[in-house]
Structures are given as structure tokens and as C-alpha cells.
């Protein structure tokens, strides 16, 4: 890793910082990649870098809020630099002409569709920065994109998208509008990421896009792409995200049981439960399904467990649809719920909408739902507790070690928390359970 400098025989060097979802991280990486080959090399963090490049989220109006005041706060840090400052993504996408008119800090920005381009555009907008280093070649582009401490490659599990876009066109949803209609990847390319990937140190792969089951435009195609990527060579776990709940999530469930590596994870964003309302969303399904689905799932996997998510005060909503969620969460117990508050997004049917509802009231409703949750969350915790189950190590530090149970996946879900520094990142084993906070447990490493 290089420190930021001014002289002649150094090359410039750069640093992304990563908001939102896994999704941005894979933007991200493909952007690290650009870099390298342009002969940039990669700072430790933001103040010793010449190029500070944003890569930002704009899905709901909270991770606005957070683009914007990361945005502020690193204008803020270049105030002390010659830094260069470049907003790339979803927000750069959707306010191009605002932070072009109000923001006359930002040196560069560009939208979606260009992360792979990110070191030739750069080098095309500042020449002067770019110097012919002629130490730099393949053989030092190889080591520094296998090397560890390098974006994503010094953790033990890397993401893989497969497809980028979307087709759905839910109405409370923005991402259409910013990454264009649904384009996957070919099988090759995924393969190729994932090799790259677990070459690099990582031994779990996720595979992420905005739409999983929409691969290939066929089910066959999906099944196909998770069996060989499950037969790459140094492969431990394969965890596949955003899964959206119908016949094809279905039908892909039969493979969680024949394909061991696959994690005993379901990851299925429902939204509500509440039939009017998933159709005034433009989604598919009603509660009697999901809990099948998701009856489903438990049955195919041992101790598989499932994150959902729910959005509350869409325009329509009624007290009693809220019911049903909670309803929902007491029946079926998914450990896992996130919860978003509706936030109308411009150029969206969904903001178009009658029956909208007061931030306050929407915030009550979000509030009453996660309550329920926290009390179901109780319940699914104590019976952890004492439990033995497969872990990977993500972390080491002098306090101890962060584990993580196959049941969660990396960044968003729980932790365990163990007190044994002798343990390796990336370290295969089990671990118990022995006690729980709100979210996060404690535990022992038993292997």
C-alpha cells in the first residue's frame, strides 16, 4: 500500500469508499481494478489519497442523507489537500445536475455503467495526474489485485454479482431508473470473479444482483450457474442473496439440498404480507404464500434461517396491514427483519400515489413492527444459546475475535463475539452460543 506523493517517481495514488449495499462493493472492486491498470495505486485511507472516489447510494431516503454528508465531510477533507474528489453511482446518476450546480467542489462525477472505466475516465479528465511509470506492468497489476488489504480481498468471503438492473418495476423502487433495465452476466464472467476471488484468500462467495432469480430469464440457467460456481476449485460456502419470493425461489430451494456448500441461509425481501398493498407495490404474493415459502426452505436446509425485509407506510396502507405483519413475524418467526420506513422516490409510480402517510405515523408504524420482532428475537436467541453451530473467523483483533455462524451473512447479520485471539481470519471451525445482546451473541470457540 502506498502513501499519497508529490514527487515524480511515485504514481498517484487512490482510495473508494463504499456506501450502501454488497451490490456497491462489487461496483467498487470493478473500480479498483480500473485504477490499478492505469497505473494508480491504492492509499490506506482517504487523507493520504490523491484521488478520493465516492461510490454512493441513493435507494431510500436515508442512504441520500448519508451520500450527501459523506459527500460534505470528505469536501471538508480535501479543504487540507490537493486531493482530487469523485462522486460516482446511483446518486451521481440521479443528481448529476446538483452536484454539477451546488457542489463546484466535486472535481469529477459519473453515474452507473461506467465503474470498469473509472481509471480512462479519470486519466481523461486529469492528464497531468497520470504519469508513464514504467515499473508498473502485469506482473505487479497481478500481485496487487491478489494481495491482501486490497478492497475486499483481505476478508475471508467476497461478493460475485451476477447480473446488474432490474425488470420488476416495483412501484416504491428507484433502482430501474438508475441501472437500467436487467442484464446478467455471462457464466464465464461469474466464474472467472469467483476464481479471482478465492485466489485472493476468499473462501466464501456470494453472489448478489438486484434480482437473483431473474438470471438467464430461466430457472435452468440460475440452477446451472450456482452448480458450477459451487464446483470451483478452493470453494468453501456459497451464500446467494436477494432472492425474490416466488416460483423460482422455489424451485431453487431444491438445490439448497443437494449442494452442501450452499450456506443454510434465505435471503427474501417480501416487503409486506399484506395482499392489497404488494399489489399497489406492483410485487407478486400474500402471507399464506411466504410462510410456505419459507416453510419450504426450513425443511430443505438444517437450521436454515431467514432474513426478510419489510417496507412500512406505503401510500394505502391501512392499521390493519400492519397487523398482518406482525401477525407474520409472530407465526413464522424469520430471525432475520429489516424494516424500512416508506420514503417516496421521484420518478417512481409509488410517489405518484394517493393515501400518503404522515413521517410520523409511518415512524410509529415502524416502531410498533420492530417491537414485535425484538420479542420474537428473544425467543430465537435462547434457543441459540448452548447450540454448536459451523463458523468462519471474519476478524482479529487484541480483543478477541469476531465469528461469524454460516447461518449469517457477512456486514449485515449478527455476530459472535469470541474471546480467543490465537484464531486465524478466514479460520474454519464451530462455535457456541453462550449468551446473546439485543442483536450480536457471545460465544467459545469449540474447534
Not at 479498483?32 to 431510500?60: M, R, V, W, Y
Request: net charge negative; proline share 4%; charged share 30%.
Amino acid at each position: 500500500m502506498v502513501k499519497s506523493s508529490s514527487t515524480e517517481t511515485l504514481p498517484k495514488s487512490f482510495y473508494i469508499t463504499t456506501l450502501g449495499c454488497p451490490k456497491n462493493t462489487v461496483d467498487s472492486m470493478s473500480m479498483h481494478q480500473s485504477l490499478l491498470k492505469e497505473g494508480l495505486l491504492p492509499a490506506n485511507d482517504p487523507e493520504a489519497s490523491d484521488f478520493h472516489l465516492i461510490n454512493t447510494c441513493t435507494f431510500i431516503q436515508d442512504a441520500t442523507k448519508e451520500t450527501i454528508q459523506t459527500i460534505l465531510d470528505s469536501i471538508d477533507l480535501k479543504k487540507k489537500s490537493n486531493q482530487k474528489l469523485v462522486v460516482v453511482g446511483c446518486f451521481a446518476e440521479r443528481a448529476g445536475k446538483e452536484i454539477s450546480d451546488d457542489l463546484p467542489e466535486v472535481d469529477l462525477h459519473f453515474g452507473t455503467g461506467k465503474y470498469d472505466q473509472a481509471g480512462d475516465i479519470l486519466k481523461k479528465t486529469f492528464p497531468l495526474d497520470f504519469k508513464e511509470v514504467k515499473e508498473f506492468n502485469e506482473d505487479i497489476l497481478e500481485r496487487l489485485t491478489l494481495s491482501s488489504g486490497i478492497e475486499n480481498y483481505s476478508k475471508p468471503y467476497s461478493y460475485v454479482k451476477i447480473s446488474d438492473g432490474c425488470n420488476r418495476g416495483c412501484h416504491f423502487c428507484i433502482i430501474p431508473n438508475l441501472r437500467g433495465k436487467f442484464q446478467d452476466s455471462s457464466e464465464e464472467s461469474v466464474l472467472n470473479e469467483t476464481r479471482k476471488a478465492i485466489a485472493a484468500g476468499a473462501k466464501e462467495i456470494c453472489l448478489v444482483s438486484q434480482d437473483t432469480v431473474f438470471y438467464g430469464k430461466d430457472t435452468d440457467k440460475l440452477l446451472h450457474l450456482i452448480e458450477s460456481v459451487s464446483e470451483v476449485k478452493g470453494l468453501e460456502i456459497l451464500r446467494l442473496l436477494y432472492l425474490y419470493p416466488d416460483k423460482k425461489t422455489e424451485k431453487l430451494l431444491d438445490l439448497y439440498g443437494k449442494i452442501d456448500k450452499i450456506a443454510p441461509y434465505l435471503e427474501s425481501p417480501l416487503q409486506h404480507v399484506s395482499k392489497s398493498v404488494l399489489k399497489s407495490m406492483n410485487r407478486t404474493g400474500e402471507y399464506s404464500y411466504f410462510k410456505s415459502l419459507f416453510e419450504k426452505a426450513r425443511s430443505v436446509k438444517p437450521d436454515l434461517e431467514i432474513r426478510t425485509s419489510f417496507i412500512l407506510g406505503f401510500p394505502g396502507e391501512t392499521k390493519d396491514d400492519v397487523d398482518e405483519i406482525i401477525r407474520f413475524i409472530q407465526d413464522v418467526k424469520p430471525e432475520k427483519v429489516n424494516l424500512f420506513p416508506y420514503s417516496p422516490q421521484d420518478g417512481t409510480k409509488g410517489a405518484l400515489l394517493e393515501g400518503k402517510l404522515k413521517d410520523k405515523e409511518i415512524s410509529k408504524r415502524v416502531n410498533l413492527v420492530r417491537d414485535a420482532y425484538l420479542e420474537v428475537l428473544k425467543d430465537v436467541h435462547q434457543a441459540r444459546v448452548g447450540r454448536t453451530y459451523d463458523a468462519i473467523v471474519d476478524e482479529v483483533t487484541e480483543e478477541g475475535a469476531t465469528v461469524r455462524r454460516l447461518q449469517d451473512a457477512p456486514e449485515i447479520d449478527e455476530v459472535v463475539f469470541v474471546e480467543n485471539k490465537s484464531l486465524r481470519v478466514g479460520q474454519r471451525g464451530k462455535v457456541r452460543v453462550d449468551s446473546f445482546f439485543e442483536l450480536d451473541m457471545a460465544g467459545t470457540w469449540v474447534n
